[in-house]
């Protein structure tokens, strides 16, 4: 896979965080439209088709940050990360 410009890499990274294009739009101080674009652009470069597929590649290739649980989730944590090589490997 080609390697991800800066604004991909964010753009991504909002998208895991789950914002909406909108939401992202704003954050990054660019049109709806150009979120849309590096968001097309993602989804061909990973080779799958929903938002979804999308995240849970990146995610699996380590490619973005996520933190969705309370440091307090330390046995969910510990499960994710005995999970996560495998998913690197698939």
């Known amino acids: 896979m080609k390697e ?12 895991v965080d789950g ?5 992202i739009a704003v954050r990054l101080g660019i049109s709806i439209k150009t979120v849309a ?9 990973y080779r799958v088709e929903t938002r979804a597929q ?3 590649q ?3 290739r380590g490619d973005v940050a996520v933190d969705i649980l309370a440091d307090e989730d330390i046995s969910v944590k510990e499960e994710i ?7 690197r490997q698939a």
């Open 4 to 15: 991800l410009t800066e604004r991909q890499k964010q753009v991504l990274q909002a998208l």
């Open 19 to 23: 914002l909406t294009k909108s939401q």
């Open 37 to 45: 674009k590096h968001h097309h652009n993602l989804l061909v470069k």
């Open 54 to 56: 999308l995240i849970a």
């Open 58 to 60: 990146a995610v699996a």
């Open 81 to 87: 990360r005995h999970i996560t090589p495998a998913l």
